[in-house]
C-alpha cells in the first residue's frame, strides 16, 4: 500500500551538506505524514524530523534543529531532508517512515511503513 525508497546518501566531509530524498508511492496521501529516522551502530534509531504531506507543520529534533530542513514536493511525490553543516555524529543510517494519522509523531513506534534505509557518513 505504502512504499518508500531513501536516496541521497554518501560519504561527506564535516561542515559539508546533504540532501536526503524519499520517494513515497501511497493509495492516497489524507491524513498522512512522512518522518527521517536514524540509526548509528550500536544506537537505537533515532527520530530526526516529521512532516504531513500538505507541508506544514513539521518537527525537528534538537539534534538536527537550526541546520535541517524537511520539506514535501508533491509534483515529485517526495520528501526531502537537507541537513548542513554535517558533523560525524550524524553518521548513521538514514531512514524515511511513513503513517496515516493527525499530527506529527516523534516516536518510530508510530510509524508503520519503512524504507530500507540509506547510508551517511561524514568525515572529520
Known amino acids: 500500500q505504502v512504499q518508500l525508497v531513501e536516496s541521497g546518501g554518501g560519504l561527506v566531509q564535516a561542515g559539508g551538506s546533504l540532501r536526503l530524498s524519499c520517494a513515497v508511492s501511497a493509495r492516497t496521501f489524507s491524513r498522512f505524514a512522512v518522518g527521517w529516522f536514524r540509526q548509528a551502530p550500536g544506537k537505537e534509531r533515532e527520530f530526526v524530523a516529521a512532516i504531513r504531506w500538505s507541508g506544514y507543520p513539521t518537527n525537528y529534533a534538537d539534534s538536527v534543529k537550526g541546520r535541517s530542513t524537511i520539506s514535501t514536493d508533491n509534483a515529485k511525490n517526495t520528501v526531502d531532508l537537507q541537513v548542513n553543516s554535517l558533523k560525524p555524529e550524524d553518521t548513521a543510517v538514514y531512514y524515511c517512515?511513513?503513517?496515516?494519522?493527525?499530527?506529527?509523531?516523534?516516536?518510530?513506534?508510530?510509524?508503520?511503513?519503512w524504507g530500507q534505509g540509506t547510508q551517511v557518513t561524514v568525515s572529520s
Open positions: 517512515a511513513a503513517r496515516y494519522g493527525y499530527g506529527l509523531e516523534y516516536s518510530r513506534l508510530q510509524y508503520e511503513y
